[in-house]
């Protein structure tokens, strides 16, 4: 019993310095409840509603449908972060949607859903944060012109390269600088809901009147406020990312669902908040035809502390870039930890205990990125696909229960939660596709091109004996240029002259723990 309450007693420090002594190398569980609340709001609250909430109000018509569809998208990414917190704690796997989709439908859609992310998702979409941060950056240096395209792209690069060496050099390091760019986010939006509701108690919220705000006529029809809903549900996309760390979550049978419970919440305050501030210092007209709302409402309203907002705009996208680093780093992490990447990227440096090769790979597809034209166009191709993923995530939950009854689920949320869940998933999903069937298409196009690659690469049959030599000698090499091992490996540099790549003991195959596949030694 004395032994048991011991135990109990051990500190999550206590524990990895045992961990390491015992088994060797191995992430650390450095991410506490505060920066598990700091990966999920970073992450959400990018530019968007700094620069470019009218997307919401120029479909919906009207301020009061606006602020009603930014209030339901907050609350239906709220149940679709319940499945994903019953998920997280009943198969705690790095890799997040990647690992469950895989372990509900097989190795064939965990893959599709690895490759299109690869690929296209987050390169993509952290070239665009990045470009946003140099924009904002550079923009009062060229007040009369527009910023060089060579300028922004080469500031938004160091940004990236800046913020690879922070993760690769401590998890700790990362997670306080996500931590510092979210305490700024917030802020800057306090500002901005305190200035809007001094006017709104002045009396200076015209737009928010009934009357106004819910004009007599007919309404903008359903198609329209589909669209709205469908943007606002774009606007709260990063809420997953918490899913893809959770190896490195302290106690994350408790901490994922409270960071979930605090954050989503949180983060639709917000959102709908700074709508009701900008309605009541600009009128809608002045919202859309506004290339930056944020600037253009701390110019009207902030006086001489107008320069907040660009500051808050460049401040947000540079913590968006590092928490989407941080993040989806781990995504390559565990698809190489289930053979359907290349071993190397399994890998994580034997004394900072990161994910050297995975973060390295993340920053140079976004590197390769900006260096290929318009991202923003690849962007809007593949938005759809992102978010047809989820839906096919919240329904692997569905089948997990039936299938594995007996799995272990710490959370287990009510079904209604799911069926709503997927009901508003599938009616934004048809609609997408009845009106921009080109641009539905070809994201699809694109996740389908990871099928023959999964079929040539990951079940052709074993590779050749040259070729298997050859990817053992690259593995070995990038080893001993990383000093990086495979988790349980030696802490020591490795220095083996066998080509074969150094490798920790295997995990053990607990249901929660099973891998997504079976793959051959030849990945």
Known sequence: MESAAKNREKSPKKEEEEEEEEGGVALKKEIGLLSACGIIVGNIIGSGIFVAPRGVLAQAGAAGPALLVWALAGAVTALGALCYAELGVA???PGGDYAYVGRAFGPLPGFLRLWISVLVIYPTNQAVIALTFANYVLQPLFPTCGTPEPALRLLAAACLLLLTWVNCGSVRWATRVQDVF???????????????????ARGEHEWLRPGRAFPAGPGPGVGPLFLACLQGSFAYGGWNFLNYVTEELREPRRNLPLAIAISIPLVTFLYVAANVAYLAALSPRQILQSRAVAVTFGEKVLGPLAWVMPLAV??????????SLFTCSRLFYAGAREGQLPAL???????RHTPVPALLLTCVSTLLMLATGDVYTLINYVGFVNYLWYGVTVAGLLLLRRREPRLPRPIKVPLLIPALYLLFWGALLLFSVWTEPLVCGIGLAVTATGAPVYLLCLRGGPRP???????????LFGQRLLLVVHPGGGGGAPASPSPTPLKGPSPPGEDPQAPLTRPSPTS
């Open 91 to 93: 198969l705690p796997r």
């Open 345 to 351: 990227l399994a890998m994580i440096h034997v004394r």
């Open 314 to 323: 460049a401040l947000s996208t540079f913590g968006g870039v590092n928490g």
């Open 182 to 200: 979210t305490a700024g986010k917030l802020l800057a939006l306090a500002l901005i809901v305190g200035a809007g509701a001094v006017l709104i």
């Open 465 to 475: 004996p040259a070729l298997r030599r050859a990817l053992g000698r690259l593995t």
